[in-house]
């Protein structure tokens, strides 16, 4: 069987949910800017994971209540599965999070978008390395345009990159990446055993359990406290904030980590990773738009090479789906 051949019965909805994904996630560097301004980096990751936790309970639930013989049909998960399944809520919320916004809180929103196709690289490398892509001159040319994309992106911002502070959010960022794209090529066969819906669940259940146990090495605060530290910042928090948290909670991971999965089990995660470069084009007009951060030539002409990158992974696709027709 080819490892790159998508099942189900059309690509058209994996695409258009992995469209949606990069629409959010790419704005998620800019919109984040506004919630780290009132409160540490670890407090939003926190609120993320509980609440999405939350949210995927409750549809789990409202789903087995409206068909029953899906809980029934559903075999029990062993213990490799339950390590299986912390290890990637480690690399793919609980790690991944904390790196992306201790990263922002030190740099600009437009280079931790800039540095969102590295995703693409790391992901189609591990897939490559475990079995599950086979070596594409496509793929290859997604890769290039897209790092192409991103030194042009990057090259605005050389000045802010080597002072320590940039440098240090730089790093942090691209260690999220390395990390999100462990989960995209780890992932696949968990939710295609389990479902999207309930592989998100038990991932962001275990994540937020690790949240808790990072919040406590980062912040120093005994388990106890930690409840009581978020409730003391709750009055003085502004609607700004309220907003931006809710993006971030319900925009930027409910909806994202849901449709990545569904992504996952009909798409290889070369080809879902290769499409995250999109978010630099969406979160550099954004970080533009939102935060006056500049918008020069090579932001336009770098978009242009990586969203060619995109249709190297998408046009070869649409025509083998043509010609199987």
């Not at 960022?173 to 295609?192: I, R």
């Not at 879902?272 to 935060?291: A, P």
């Amino acid at each position: 069987m080819d490892p790159d051949a998508a099942p189900g019965r059309s690509s058209v909805f994996p695409w258009a949910a992995l469209f949606v994904v990069q629409l959010l996630f790419g704005g998620l560097p800019v919109v984040s800017k506004f919630a780290i301004a009132e409160v540490p980096p670890q407090v939003i990751v926190l609120c993320r994971g509980f609440a999405a936790a939350a949210v995927f309970a409750l549809l789990s639930a409202v789903r087995r209540r409206r068909a029953p013989a899906l809980s029934h049909k559903a075999p029990p998960l062993g213990l490799p599965t339950h390590l299986a399944l912390v290890g990637l809520a480690a690399v793919g919320v609980s790690l991944n999070q904390t790196a992306l916004f201790y990263g922002l809180q030190r740099t600009t929103s437009a280079a931790g978008a800039i540095l969102a196709p590295m995703i693409s690289v790391f992901a189609l490398l591990l897939s490559l390395l475990l079995g599950r892509e086979r070596f594409a001159w496509n793929k290859i040319a997604n890769i290039a345009l897209g790092i192409t994309g991103t030194v042009l992106l990057f090259a605005p911002f050389l000045g802010d990159t080597f002072s320590p502070e940039a440098l240090v959010g730089n790093l942090l960022c691209l260690t999220s990446t390395f990390l999100y794209a462990t989960y995209l090529a780890a992932a696949p066969p968990l939710v295609t055993r389990m479902g999207s819906l309930d592989f998100s669940r038990m991932v962001f259940l275990y994540a937020s359990v690790l949240n808790v146990i990072v919040f406590i090495a980062l912040s120093g605060f005994p388990d106890a406290a930690v409840v009581a530290r978020v409730f003391e910042m709750l009055p003085q928090l502004s609607a700004t904030f309220w907003g931006a948290l809710a993006y971030v909670v319900l925009g930027a991971t409910v909806v994202t980590y849901l449709l990545n999965a569904y992504a996952l089990e009909k798409l290889p995660p070369g080809i879902v990773g290769g499409v995250v470069c999109v978010q630099t084009v969406i979160g550099v007009s954004l970080s533009n738009v939102l935060l006056a951060e500049p918008f020069p030539v090579e932001h336009a002409v770098a978009m242009a090479l990586v969203v060619a990158g995109v249709l190297c992974l998408w046009m070869p696709r649409r025509m083998q789906t043509s010609e199987r027709k």
